[in-house]
């Protein structure tokens, strides 16, 4: 009985922390959109991609690092103390949520991994000097993008290598490689498998300005990288103007014009305008990253040092749970 209802009471806080958080999260990413509309699009697809993920980050910390050591702290291993009704309903809630997370997340992960399968069958390993395998799929239409997480791998159709010059063809797998430096498709996964309920619409509208946004990122990443501007917005416009398939369930892969969000192809194409003019700044070649390793630090240093006089009081809500 103590581990079904160590389980019980995990599912239930967490349940009730991710519903809660993604209540309170609506109202802090509506915020974000107005407040970094004008910011530059890696930090605010870097807040908008934080902002979506912290009622999940919330829910595993208050469930794994408060919940279950205050049970395991204060509940006898010989307890018979059994499950209310209350409990029972938050708990099988609670792991519908996680199951529906979990199946979603396979679906995905089997359209990805399928999708993968007939690309590779249809291409062939081109010659290029990047630190990542480029594939020709010689019937893709309109196809380059990036696929994989821990194992990428660039795919580019024949008929794009046939209309891009050598110039703008290294742009866009420029433009590629940063959405590989900046593991898009591993955020990608996450934002979709905690997809947000459709009448939650404000964070449904976050997870389409991170795409945009993300999307700028590369594009200022590919020139950081030595990208011409003049290359990289003629390729973004010949790769725009080709007819792109519709498809049953997207993969997760990072395309250099996204079918879900090609609108955003003419602020892409005119930031780069404003660039070629001299009224854009263009980006630093080499930009330094936010190093998290001193705020981790922090933090676990304060919940060490606060863990043992925050567990009682825990362990009196979770009480009121079980009872």
Avoid at 20 to 41: D, E, I, N, V, W
Avoid at 92 to 119: E, N, Q
Avoid at 140 to 168: M, N, Y
Avoid at 176 to 192: C, G, I, P, T, Y
Wanted: net charge positive.
């Amino acid at each position: 009985m103590f581990y079904v209802l160590a389980t019980a009471l995990c599912l239930a806080v967490m349940l009730l922390v991710l519903v809660g958080a993604s209540l309170l999260c609506a109202p802090l990413a509506r915020l974000t959109l107005k407040s970094f509309r004008t910011s530059k699009p890696g930090k605010k697809a870097s807040l908008l991609f934080s902002v979506r993920l912290l009622p999940l980050a919330l829910a595993c910390v208050v469930t794994f690092g408060l919940a279950l050591p205050s049970f395991l702290e204060f509940e006898p291993y010989s307890t018979k103390e059994g499950m209310g009704l209350r409990l029972m309903a938050l708990a099988i809630l609670g792991a519908l949520l996680l199951c529906g997370m979990l199946a979603r997340g396979v679906k995905i992960l089997r359209a990805t991994t399928a999708t993968h399968r007939k690309w590779r069958e249809r291409s062939k390993k081109i010659d290029i000097a990047l630190r990542v395998p480029v594939y020709r799929v010689e019937d893709g239409a309109s196809l380059l993008a990036v696929t994989g997480i821990f194992r990428p791998r660039i795919f580019v159709a024949r008929e794009i290598t046939e209309i891009l010059s050598q110039d703008e063809l290294r742009a866009a797998l420029a433009h590629e490689m940063a959405h590989v430096s900046s593991f898009d498709n591993l955020k990608q996964l996450l934002l979709r498998i905690t997809r947000a309920p459709r009448w939650l619409t404000v964070l449904d509208r976050a997870d389409a300005e991170w795409t945009n946004a993300s999307e700028i990122a590369a594009d200022h990443g590919a020139l950081a990288e030595g990208a011409s501007v003049l290359d990289l917005s003629s390729a973004l416009i010949k790769v725009g103007r080709l007819k792109r398939p519709t498809v049953g369930r997207e993969p997760v892969a990072s395309h250099l014009v996204p079918t879900a969000c090609s609108g955003s192809l003419e602020t892409r194409v005119a930031c780069l305008s404003r660039m070629l003019e001299g009224t854009g700044a263009a980006p630093a070649r080499s930009e330094k990253r936010t190093s998290l390793f001193l705020p981790v630090v922090i933090i676990l240093a304060l919940y060490l040092a606060c863990i043992h006089a925050v567990l009682p009081a825990v362990h009196e809500a979770l009480e009121f749970l079980v009872r």
